[in-house]
């Protein structure tokens, strides 16, 4: 019986729901694709399906949409999506504050290209453990994006919360992408950056102080976000 059941970043990989009772049932920031019976469920009133949801899940059963609510044009919508382009993923920016600059810039640059972004600065991160709720959240959720520079690889909660993504990505969370800001990066002796270069995780993002090269740097991290992504 799931009626009125919650599911919050739970991973659902394998499970069977076949002929489960639904109503009310909240399914958020789930991937479904990989769960059985969703095409013969009890539906006895409307259930909810948010849109992180619904951007992870790419083969829902109509019988699974049409139960849980969602009106004919959102299910003719997902039958015909739109082109790749028009979606390019979602990320938040993890920086220093002597990086802020670059994080704004980068921001701004990133949604206009349709990547969702969110801030994640140094002083949001707490460096003694990961109990609080932006911590849970930030970590269990969407990529990360590290702008790595001779300030943020010093910076001992940042460091920290590299090493507790790393070491959690086995579990199905979601990675990270380091931008090497300067050449300072090439001699840190750092497991986790040593870790992102070594798995093409690292794009070289030197001459962003050049303007005209942060359109194309730009480019390749949405690249990379997109391959993360899928």
């Keep these: 019986n799931l009626i009125e059941a919650r599911f919050l970043h739970t991973v659902l990989e394998g499970a069977d729901i076949s002929h489960s009772n639904l109503y009310e049932t909240l399914f958020l920031n789930v991937e479904l694709d990989k769960v059985q019976g969703l095409d013969c469920c009890n539906h006895y009133g409307p259930s909810v399906l948010d849109h992180r949801t619904l951007l992870r899940s790419h083969n829902l059963p ?24 028009d979606f390019s993923g979602s990320c938040y920016l993890v920086y220093s504050k002597e990086d802020e600059s670059i994080a704004v810039d980068l921001h701004e640059r990133l949604q206009k290209c349709g990547v969702r972004t969110w801030f994640a600065p140094d002083a949001l991160i707490n460096p003694a453990s990961f109990s609080d709720y932006f911590d849970r959240t930030l970590l269990k959720s969407e990529l990360r994006v590290f702008i790595l520079s001779s300030h943020s690889v010093q910076n001992s909660r940042i460091r920290k919360y590299g090493e507790e993504i790393l070491n959690s990505e086995s579990d199905g969370v979601p990675g990270l992408i380091g931008l090497q800001m300067d050449s300072d990066l090439e001699r840190v002796n750092s497991d986790w950056v040593t870790d992102l270069k070594n798995s093409n995780r690292m794009l070289d993002a030197r001459e962003w102080k050049e303007s005209p090269s942060r359109s194309m740097i730009t480019q390749g991290l949405i690249g990379l976000i997109r391959k993360q992504s899928h």
């Design 62 to 85: 109509e019988t699974f949409l049409t139960g849980c609510g969602l009106p004919d044009s959102w299910i003719a919508h997902r039958r015909n999506p739109p082109a790749e382009s």
